[in-house]
């Protein structure tokens, strides 16, 4: 056992253990923070793949911007302040978690064919990762130049959206405080 | 690159280490008299009222999305600062073209209120 | 002797990995026990100095408002800190009734430790950092973001509702204040074209406060509002809210809190230097690393100073006030200048460098000018607010009624 096979199921470990622990936690609150630690394992297994950028803006979007929004969204509903009292696990979930396994085989099968899933992991030396690429694939026209703007676009109207839904109705309700 | 998350790591494990070392030696270090009146929730002197979950403003969520939204803007426009000197005019007409589109978004928000505190 | 001077570092890491290897542990222990004593050491120092801190800012609060600050215990009170380093060890843990325990007690601890984690990437020296790392710029706004959570852990954890309400606030003033600092730090980014602190560092041979001191001032501003502190301290403020999300907290858990208040303000000042006063650069610095250190001492400590100076002189903004300056003012200027920074840079490429400076300098004078007037013209062409939209029964002279017919 080699240490990055050490450090690679410690890592999963925690972040499977976290999102089991997210979805039967019985206080929303708790499910929240295991959420967060599930997303911190995710940003982990990016740091042992090298790919520096995704792992910090892994914890820059989703556990500094995403998770805060998840947190906010759960003080919002009045049915956080009741504990359920027995394990919110739901009646049907042997089904669900059967369905779980075979998603995972099928993905697992699918990696496996895959040839590049052969290669060892290397120490890359600290320029093998060349933001400065991406930057230029992003701005070329024969690149990702429409997905960019697209983008942009994309934001806007997720903007509009929660807007309109959030700020129009508080009059009608009569001013929720 | 692995040297330097290892490193990293190794920081943040000592890092959180340290202050929960303190706490701990100076939970050790403290006297413990719990009674009724002292482990009381502290509302400015007098008892309690009410539920101690509180309803909050629809604000505060508003305000995280537009972040959310901005912060994303940010994260796509971080390698196109990288690649700044090697790119073309064009480009940096894109990515200007990039943040006007989400300048109208805050401009949108700003007209409907969504800003305001209250 | 020579070879300690020029990469000290380096040099310890070889005298302790060769007498690690002579002990007879393999590589990647020694290695690893390496980076666990400097990591060890950088925390540690960072932690006790705070205690200088703690004590630097308390003189100059005192001194600014004409009285000393403490001057008892010892020479000019410099081991005033200790005492209360002493003082609050000792105080009574008091758990609230019906905490949740584990983000009760993680929040201090986390507060703290997102602030240390912070000084792994910021170069102090030519050779002296912690790593190299090549995204190192994003990696501190990241861990930045790992404080916010931690208020909202001991918001919620103390089972307070003034302490939720506390942290939430505090929470949307953190996010709000962070857009225009992610956007501003796009600047230096682009002046150099890469994401690393040691590359932006030594790009600087002119500093970027001179070619872009708008980006500079609103960098500085949202970083100030970033720590909490004065004028954007509302967390604190004890005629609001008692204290905030910390008042369920006592004794040394409490204290870390301050701990990390103290600490991420000097962070800060550490990252306004390296960003834009050029860090360890001065004349000599590239061959002496411990030249390199005392300039970049001597320049955090001066912003630091004027992040105190800010603290005891300006009054507390009102919450409603603080959101319309962000999102009003900071983010739509942040955005301006990032467009025309790039396009203006874009355009003149190849010219000289005395060119192309004086031209970004009046850019950013015509952007800040054009803001002022923006912001002066709106407050004078705003209405004055009417005070309510019905209208209001007012009152008239009625004579008095004779006692006749009041009777009938």
Redesign the interface.
């Known amino acids: 056992m080699t240490p990055m096979q050490i450090t690679f199921i410690l890592i999963a470990a925690v972040t499977l253990v976290s999102a089991v622990m997210a979805v039967t936690a019985r206080r929303m609150m708790h499910a929240a923070l295991w959420l967060i630690a599930t997303l911190m394992g995710v940003a982990m297994l990016f740091a042992t793949l090298q790919a520096s950028f995704f792992a910090v803006v892994q914890v820059m979007v989703y556990v500094g911007a995403i998770a805060i929004l998840i947190l906010f969204a759960i003080m919002l509903t009045r049915r956080s302040t009741l504990e359920s009292d027995q394990a919110s696990l739901g009646s049907g979930w042997i089904i669900n978690a059967l369905a779980a396994v075979g998603v995972f085989a099928a993905l697992v099968t699918a990696v496996w064919a895959w040839p590049a899933a052969e290669t060892v992991l290397t120490e890359l030396p600290k320029d093998a990762e060349q933001l400065g690429l991406l930057g230029q694939i992003i701005a070329d026209p024969n690149g990702f130049a429409v997905p960019f703007e697209v983008s942009s676009v994309l934001l806007v109207a997720v903007l509009v959206g929660a807007i309109y839904l959030a700020v129009e109705r508080k009059p009608q309700r009569g001013g929720r405080q | 690159?692995?040297?330097?998350?290892?490193?990293?790591?190794?920081?943040?494990l000592?890092?959180?280490f340290?202050?929960?070392a303190?706490?701990i030696?100076?939970?050790l270090?403290?006297?413990?008299?719990?009674n009724p009146q002292?482990?009381?929730?502290?509302?400015?002197g007098v008892e309690?009222v009410?539920?101690?979950?509180?309803?909050?403003?629809?604000?505060?969520?508003?305000?995280?999305?537009?972040?959310?939204?901005?912060?994303?803007?940010?994260?796509?426009?971080?390698?196109?600062?990288?690649?700044?000197?090697?790119?073309a005019?064009?480009?940096?007409v894109?990515?200007?073209?990039?943040?006007?589109?989400?300048?109208?978004?805050?401009a949108?928000?700003?007209r409907?209120?969504?800003?305001?505190?209250? | 002797m020579i070879d300690f001077l020029r990469d000290p570092i380096a040099f310890l890491t070889q005298w302790l990995n060769t007498t690690l290897l002579g002990w007879g542990l393999s590589e990647q222990a020694a290695q690893i026990t390496g980076f666990a004593i400097g990591a060890f050491v950088a925390a540690t120092g960072a932690m006790m100095f705070v205690t200088i801190l703690i004590w630097a800012e308390r003189k100059l609060i005192g001194r600014i408002q004409d009285r000393y600050g403490p001057n008892r215990v010892g020479p000019f009170g410099i081991f005033q800190s200790i005492a209360d380093l002493v003082k609050i060890f000792i105080k009574e843990h008091i758990d609230p009734v019906g905490m949740d325990w584990l983000p009760f007690n993680l929040a201090p601890v986390l507060s703290v430790a997102a602030v240390l984690t912070m000084w792994v990437a910021i170069p102090f020296a030519a050779t002296v950092y912690g790593v190299d790392f090549n995204v190192g710029l994003l990696y501190l706004v990241a861990v930045g973001g790992l404080g916010e959570l931690a208020v909202i852990m001991a918001g919620w954890g103390s089972n307070n509702k003034y302490a939720l309400l506390g942290a939430f606030r505090a929470v949307a003033m953190f996010i709000s204040y962070e857009v225009p600092m992610v956007i501003t730090l796009l600047i230096p980014v682009m002046l150099t074209g890469s994401l690393s602190m040691n590359d932006i560092v030594r790009q600087q041979d002119v500093w970027f406060i001179v070619v872009s001191p708008l980006a500079a001032l609103i960098f500085f501003i949202s970083q100030v509002a970033e720590v909490g502190r004065s004028p954007f301290d509302l967390t604190e403020a004890e005629s609001e809210l008692v204290s905030g999300f910390n008042v369920e907290y006592s004794g040394l858990k409490f204290g870390m809190f301050y701990v990390a208040d103290f600490l991420h303000a000097f962070t800060i000042s550490l990252l306004f230097s390296a960003l834009f006063l050029g860090g360890w650069r001065g004349p000599g610095a590239e061959e002496i690393p411990i030249l390199g250190f005392i300039y970049f001492a001597i320049k955090s400590s001066l912003v630091y100073f004027l992040v105190i100076l800010m603290r005891g002189s300006l009054p507390r903004f009102r919450v409603d006030h603080m959101m319309d300056f962000n999102w009003k003012l900071l983010t739509p200027l942040s955005l301006v200048l990032v467009v025309l920074t790039a396009l203006a840079l874009k355009l003149m490429t190849g010219l000289s460098l005395w060119v192309q400076i004086p031209v970004l300098l009046v850019l950013n004078g015509l952007v800040f000018l054009m803001a002022q007037r923006m912001v002066t013209g709106f407050f004078r062409r705003r209405r004055p607010r009417e005070v309510g939209d019905r209208s209001r029964p007012v009152a008239h002279y009625t004579p008095p009624q004779s006692d006749s017919e009041a009777q009938g």
């Open positions: 690159m692995l040297r330097d998350w290892l490193y990293i790591g190794i920081f943040l000592i890092s959180l340290l202050p929960a303190a706490i030696m100076a939970a270090l403290s006297p413990r008299k719990p002292k482990n009381d929730t502290y509302e400015c309690t009410g539920e101690s979950r509180v309803q909050f403003k629809v604000q505060y969520y508003v305000y995280g999305l537009i972040f959310l939204v901005f912060d994303v803007e940010a994260v796509f426009l971080y390698p196109w600062a990288v690649a700044y000197n090697q790119l005019l064009y480009a940096v894109e990515a200007i073209i990039f943040i006007l589109i989400l300048l109208g978004g805050l949108y928000a700003w409907k209120k969504a800003l305001e505190w209250q």
